[in-house]
């Protein structure tokens, strides 16, 4: 779908990631790599040392899951994201479970929030790395290191550009149980991307095919990326879903990668 730009009278093609979660919620709470908000919650208090008073920002934060069970857990967060109708979900659960989290629509690219934090979370690929440009993923991590108070932390999980050097992309995301279907998938060798076609029903029974387009990235890349900003320690683990942890050694049969960042002098 395009949108008009009222300035200039043109049309603005959406990127694949806005339209797939335009109308998205409901089914997105239902996809396979959902499941594991628990565990990784579990994972996410422990690095926090179960200390309540730390301020917590979710990018990417979606229909809110990992939010809103750290407030069930009795944590302050903020929760930004791109998509309205994701955001919307967030706020009516919030609600009803009379919950207090700020959710924002933000670009992950670029945005600006007053308050600063002791802790970022981006997981399960929460805005990066699925921008269309390297710099557009730079951005997100350098926006998230400004918000972060010193010491501050940051928890991410991103794709692991060793899979795809071993492993099909495209065997594994139809492995897993959702509405979301690969038809083809290509990774390019030149510029560890991996273009792909997915078919997905929305929210409204509509069916939609996308052209999508993830950057992978090597662990010397994150290391060095999260290091350029002025985050001091960078740590990487296997990411194992619902069950995060530091005794996972990453190997090239790990889908994705667990990410741990401070910025402590």
Request: with cysteine; aromatic share 10%.
């Amino acid at each position: 779908m395009d949108i008009v730009s009222i300035q200039t009278g043109k049309k603005i093609m959406k990127q694949w990631y806005e339209e797939l979660f335009e109308n998205y919620a409901n089914k997105y709470d239902q996809e396979g790599y959902t499941s594991g908000t628990l565990g990784e919650v579990d994972f996410i208090e422990k690095e926090l040392d179960y200390e309540k008073n730390k301020l917590i920002l979710d990018v990417g934060c979606g229909t809110g899951r990992h939010s809103l069970e750290l407030a069930r857990r009795g944590y302050s967060v903020t929760g930004i994201d791109l998509s309205e109708s994701m955001l919307e979900k967030a706020r009516k659960t919030a609600a009803v479970e009379k919950l207090k989290i700020d959710f924002i629509k933000k670009d992950a690219r670029n945005f600006y929030l007053e308050t600063q934090f002791d802790l970022s979370i981006m997981i399960c690929e929460g805005a990066f790395p699925l921008m269309e440009t390297d710099e557009m993923n730079f951005s997100i991590l350098k926006n998230i290191y400004a918000s972060l108070k010193s010491p501050g932390k940051l928890i991410l999980t991103t794709c692991n550009g060793l899979y795809p050097l071993f492993n099909s992309v495209k065997d594994f995301l139809n492995s897993n149980p959702g509405e979301a279907k690969s038809l083809e998938s290509s990774f390019d060798l030149m510029t560890f991307r991996d273009h792909s076609v997915y078919e997905i029903t929305d929210d409204s029974g509509n069916k939609k095919v996308l052209k999508c387009n993830e950057r992978y990235y090597t662990p010397p890349e994150i290391n060095w990326l999260l290091k350029s900003i002025g985050f001091t320690t960078t740590e990487i683990f296997g990411c194992h879903l619902g069950a995060f942890s530091r005794n996972h050694k990453l190997t090239t049969e790990d889908y994705e990668m667990l990410v741990v960042a401070s910025n402590v002098a």
